[in-house]
């Protein structure tokens, strides 16, 4: 009885885990277009800066710089900022989770569980 609840337990954390990656896999391709669109649209909204820019003698990385800098502070603070959020909201749910319903999560709780 109890190896058969160990099979039974066993699959349902291996369509847990297949889940969980699927879900992980789309959300980086869903992540990977939006940024694709931003970058492009700043793009294209600064497109006669950059091209006077080049015009003026400025190099490549210096245009990079000016045009996307003002983004990469907010970006990298965003980051850290949904970092500790999703630290927190993993640490809640996964209490919430083993102590009200007694099920069983196949995933650590680190660092690197956000990233």
């Known amino acids: 009885m109890i ?3 160990k099979l039974l337990a066993q699959a349902g954390l291996g369509i847990l885990n ?3 990656l699927i879900l ?3 959300n980086g391709m869903i992540i990977f277009i939006i940024l694709a669109v931003i970058t492009s649209s700043v793009i294209d909204e600064a497109s ?3 091209l006077t820019m080049r015009a003026l003698g400025y190099k490549p990385r210096q245009v990079n710089f ?3 800098g003002n983004y990469v502070f907010g970006v990298l603070l ?3 900022l949904a970092y500790v959020i999703s630290l927190l909201v993993w640490y809640f749910a ?3 989770i083993l102590h009200q319903f007694k099920f069983v999560i196949n995933l ?3 660092w690197q569980t956000p990233v």
């Open 3 to 5: 190896a058969l609840q």
């Open 18 to 20: 297949d889940s969980l």
């Open 24 to 26: 992980q896999t789309l």
């Open 48 to 50: 006669q800066i950059i």
């Open 66 to 68: 000016i045009i996307i």
């Open 78 to 80: 965003m980051f850290l």
């Open 94 to 96: 996964i209490d919430i």
């Open 108 to 110: 650590p709780l680190n």
